[in-house]
């Protein structure tokens, strides 16, 4: 069964591209549109994986990496920070405050599932078949 992946993301036009490229991989996905949200969804769904914009009203990407992190359920979750944030510097910043991966946006629908699937558990993969169309595991 693909991953059930949880998004925190304030901005709309964001948030319906990531979801409709999970979406079109077979993906669960659930949506918060701020941090407090975002982790209270997180606790009752416990996701695969979680995609967290680091600048979101309430709590931002590192407060919610942070709880997420001491959290003996969700901690081993892989977060990706999903941002505008690009100068240098913003990548290890992220990394170091727990995140286990980092996208700048605008994101690029040809590589994004790759990029997000490379932190999933191979288990947890959409499959596709030979001619590219979606299959169940």
């Known amino acids: 069964m693909p991953a059930r992946i949880l998004i925190a993301e304030d901005n709309r036009a964001s948030l319906e591209l990531v979801e409709y490229l999970l979406g079109t991989r077979g993906y669960t996905t659930r949506a918060a549109s701020n941090g407090g949200e975002g982790l209270r969804i ?4 416990v996701p695969d994986l979680v995609i967290c914009d680091l600048q979101m009203p309430v709590l931002n990407g590192y407060e919610v990496v942070r709880v997420l992190k001491a959290d003996p359920l969700l901690g081993p979750i892989p977060v990706i920070a999903l941002t505008a944030y690009s100068m240098p510097g913003d990548r290890d910043k992220a990394i170091a405050a727990g995140f ?8 690029d629908p040809e590589t994004f ?6 932190f999933l558990r191979p288990e947890l ?13």
């Open 42 to 45: 997180a606790r009752e769904m």
């Open 125 to 137: 993969r959409a499959r596709r078949t030979e001619n590219g169309s979606q299959s169940e595991p």
């Open 100 to 107: 286990n991966g980092y996208l700048s946006k605008p994101i």
């Open 113 to 118: 599932i790759a990029e997000i699937e490379h």
